[in-house]
């Protein structure tokens, strides 16, 4: 057999399964790997022995039954762990530990999954490149001055450098599908509602969601079957019936309608993506899809939407964090004092600048022209995507406007940061299911993915259009392990 | 009519403007968005979830009933009841406030315009509402049991509130005198608020203002915060319109902003966090979606509406013959109401009515009870007053067996048996009663027949004295008329 | 629309953070950059559109008016910065 670690999620469960491997084989395995890799900083909190206990506890006892049997896991610091610090990455709560488990983890671990540890992510999952976290900056394993992305970027990270075998994040405007494009892996985005919000640390309310994030389509498929579930708890989750993804997941894609956008042709991008995207197209061909030339009239105003709406929620979301029932505390001569120095302590710089943001545009005087008038082109940018698919099934574009970028490139110009989720941003705003598959290489021999909308609930179907594709471009990636200490 | 409630001032009058934010707790098990109880007076912090107390991840999940409630509240204020309403966020900063913002009704309450029928000594007026909506209650800050520090008890966090904004139709201290009660009494015949001033389940926030008489123009108005008395409601807005008015006389401007009621001095004054003018920022919840239900859902809601204060009013004015003002005391209170409707039951409603509102109202207001609190069930108060009405007992014995009563809630016809309190309503008894009576006393009766007929009394008062006030004093009044002839 | 000083250090003060001097200037810069950025939504008419504020799929569910949570004091003052066994503490407010 090959290294336990090169194995997918699949072949793992399948292995426990068959009692080829047991839980404890795979778990030492990812805590060793894990223990040598500490130059990525992926992880900020490790849970290994407890893990490894769990392991064992697994193996004397195993329920195969479970869908993920023994099967360790290192997620990302957004989703709370009851007696596991959770910190969202953010000094603020720094010394957080939450008496309860978030509703997507708990289903992981219900099904048979042990937390091996938690992941580094922008601070309060606001970043594009995993560069606002308190704990510092996460390297990426394609090379050590390339950023993996964000914010899911520690879940990318460990990911794609085999330190868990698969992992979860989440997505407001991208975060799980641009990492998952950096690093040449597989992220999918629910639609808005199949996964709940309750016990994630909240970004932007109308616009968070957990996804997977994988080594390929079917692991994805899988992980999305445990975390999707109807919560009480959470008042936007959707009940509906959930498809057993992974076991409906089929390459018969003959005869769909995949559109593609024109005005996801923006200025300045490069040849690469450009051919990227046609052979993407050639793919489905190849599959039996058919391509429809479509148009998204509002997708440029997507971006600048995203800003109003975002911040103007998590300037909202953030205001429990000041000094008094959890997290830092920075004391001050008086109430007030005591907030403002907590606060401005305690959150990063990134932060400040995303809830000034949001406090400016829901501010008297400014409410309508900003905040009431992005809410009025979310309904455009929603309009667009019904209309579109009246036509077509799902809709293929890039993931990103380009690879993976160097740490520090664009820490100082927020704006042109921002513009790294053009192609993800609209799909949030709209509360579509997307998925992020890699596709190919640039000429830096970065990855770069492809993506995949789909219509509200209809996961099955873009699981099964990436299914197909996957197997047409065989993406291959030979990673060289730069990183690893013995 | 009574006097308009005018301030003068070197010979001009003005008019003072009073609108309410009344807050009402909801009555629920549990609270609004999560499902801790709302009991008051329990330890501090011991009713508080992660939800209530905003640990992250936390979502709230709205109460059925508390929208039921206040479904009910719009239907008992006449008002419009709107299908569609939105949570919003109100965005602000403080200790007793753990999400940073508190989920109230912004643009879209579930409740529009209505109105509060108030009566008032002068007669009825109409109180116009201007909207009902449903929010969360803040915690409790205690500033006096740690002298360094500020303690923050949350249990009151999250707990549902109405806040019931009138228009700004009040135009005395009086009229928000009974307008508070009315809106309460209208409440707790609903069962949708208990209407404890005390325990806080009934606050408001007072707006006031002044202006000249016969200006059409509102002046500007100052919104004294979180008034939890009638009495302290009443003071705060006498000296605000008072203060007001000084600061016009002298050529000055009214600023508007938020004052507190110093209930140690008796006086408003302006809050001191001015310097952060507040900008709530509020914007719709993202984590709830618009409250949305049917016509017939508001329709199945009215069968459950009992009949309310002016409907039971005029109903005791037409069946019972009561007169607007003694059918106003009966209705007022639930309690009372519910008090009368029971001693009716088997008994004459005149009768009834004189001796609740007057006996029973004064043995409550010597003890400081309430009507709850009756030492005298409603049950024996009937019977008591059946004893008077078919002649057992006179009006005059009813009220020593009513103090008898009092001390125990004693059965008056086993009183009356006991202590031979039984009127003599025998004519032949009477009749040698009354023979002895004119034996004993015949000088008198010579003067009587003289012409002195005032003397009548005289006899009557013998009867009944012999009688031990037992005699039935109609009787005794027949036959003497007779034996006097 | 340009953000001023003024306006900024207004913004942080709604948002309960302190700024220096320094930052303040430097979130002056990037928010006018930034809001130059997002302005080219006036280009958008937008008079008749519904505006958007929840997007999902579904209607408001309605919870039973019932108690479920117990008393869990300890575990809610657990993290709390102060040590007080029965209450969150702040600084002495004066209203």
Known sequence: MSNITDLSLSELVSNIKNKKLSSHDVTSEYVKRSKKSKNLNTYIEETFEAALKKAKEFDSKPDLNKKLPGIPMAIKDLFCTKNVKTT??????????????????????????????????????????????????VISPIDKDLVPGGSSGGSASALAAKLTPATIGTDTGGSIRQPASFTGTVGLKPTYGSCSRYGIVAFASSLDQAGPMTRNVNDAALLLEVMSSFDNKDSTSVDFKRPMYSKDLSKDIKGKKIGIPKE???????????KLWEDGKNYLKDCGAEIIDVSLPHTKFALPTYYIVAPAEASSNLARYDGVKYGFRTEGNNLIDMYEKTRSAGFGDEVKRRIMIGTYVLSSGYYDAYYLK????????????????????????????????????????????????????????????????????????????????????????????????????????????????? | MTKDYLIERNGKKYEVVIGLEVHAQVLSESKLFSTSPTKFGSEPNTQVSLVDAAFPGMLPVINEFCIKQAIKTGIGLNAKINNKSIFDRKNYFYADLPQGYQISQYKDPIVGEGNVVVDLASG??????????????????????????????????????????????LRS??????????????????????????????????????????DDKYGTRCEIKNVNSIKFMQMAIEYEANRQVDILEEGGKIDQETRLFDTKKNVTRSMRSKEDAHDYRYFPDPDLLPLEFSDEYVENIKKEIPELPDQKKSRFIEKFNLSPYEANILVSDLDISKYFEAVIEN??????????????????????????????????????????????????????????????????????????????????????????????????????????????????????KVSGGKANPQLVNEILKKKLK | MSIDLKTVKHI????????????????????????????????????????????????????????????????????????????????????
């Open chain 1, 374 to 486: 992005a809410q009025k082109v979310r309904r455009l940018i929603k309009n667009d995507f019904n209309n579109i698919f009246q036509k077509v099934d799902a809709i293929l574009t890039p993931s990103t406007p380009s690879s993976a970028f160097k740490i520090g490139d664009k820490s100082n110009d927020p704006v042109s940061m921002y513009l790294n989720d053009i192609f993800t941003v609209p799909v949030n705003l709209a509360g579509l299911p997307g998925i992020s598959i890699p596709a190919g290489l640039d000429k830096k021999g970065y990855p770069l993915g492809l993506q995949i909308i789909g219509k509200s609930f209809d996961e099955q179907n873009i699981l099964n259009i990436a299914y197909s594709m996957e197997d047409k471009i065989n993406f291959k990636f030979n990673l060289k392990e730069w990183w690893m200490n013995d």
């Open chain 2, 173 to 214: 201290p009086e009229e928000v005198n009974f307008y508070i009660k009315k809106l309460r009494s209208i409440m707790r015949y609903l069962g949708t608020c208990d209407g404890n001033m005390q325990e806080g389940s009934l606050r408001a926030d007072v707006n006031v203002s002044v202006r000249k008489q016969g």
């Open chain 3, 12 to 95: 942080s003060k709604l948002s309960r953070i302190s700024l220096d001097e320094q930052k303040a200037k430097k979130l002056e810069t990037d928010l006018n950059s930034i809001f130059k950025w997002i302005e080219q939504l006036n280009e958008l008419k937008t008079e008749n559109i519904e505006p958007l504020s929840s997007i999902a799929e579904t209607k408001l569910r309605l919870r039973k008016d019932e108690i479920k949570s117990k008393n869990i004091r300890e575990e809610i003052l657990k993290n709390s910065p102060d040590d007080n066994k029965d209450f969150f503490v702040v600084p002495k407010v004066v209203e």
């Open chain 2, 347 to 464: 008994s004459d409603v005149k009768l009834s009515s004189n001796w609740i509102t007057g006996e029973l109202f004064a043995l409550l207001n010597e003890k400081n009870l309430e009507i709850t609190e009756s030492p005298i069930s409603a049950k024996n108060l009937s019977k008591l007053i059946n004893l008077i009405k078919d002649g057992t007992i006179s009006g005059k014995i009813a009220k020593t067996v009513f103090e008898m009563m009092a001390e125990g809630d004693k059965n008056p016809i086993e009183i009356v048996k006991e202590k031979g309190l039984k009127q003599q309503s025998d004519p032949k008894e009477l009749e040698k009663l009354i023979e002895k009576v004119i034996n004993d006393n015949q000088d008198t009766v010579k003067e009587y027949k003289s012409g002195k007929e005032k003397l009548f009394g005289f006899f009557v008062g013998q009867a009944m």
């Open chain 1, 88 to 137: 969202a990455s953010s000094k603020i709560l720094n010394n957080f530990i939450p008496t309860y488990e978030s509703t997507v983890t708990q289903n992981l671990w219900n099904d048979g999954a042990i937390l091996l540890g938690k992941l580094n992510c922008d601070e309060f999952a606001m970043g594009s490149s995993n560069e606002t976290s308190y704990f510092g900056n």
């Open chain 2, 124 to 169: 009825s007026k109409i109180i116009g509402i201007e909207r009902l909506h449903l929010e969360q209650d803040a915690g409790k800050s205690i500033h006096d049991i740690d002298p360094k520090n500020t303690l923050v008890d949350l249990n009151r966090s999250g707990v549902a509130l109405m806040e019931i904004v009138s228009k700004p139709d």
């Open chain 1, 264 to 274: 996801y042709r923006v200025d300045g991008m490069s040849e690469e993506i450009e």
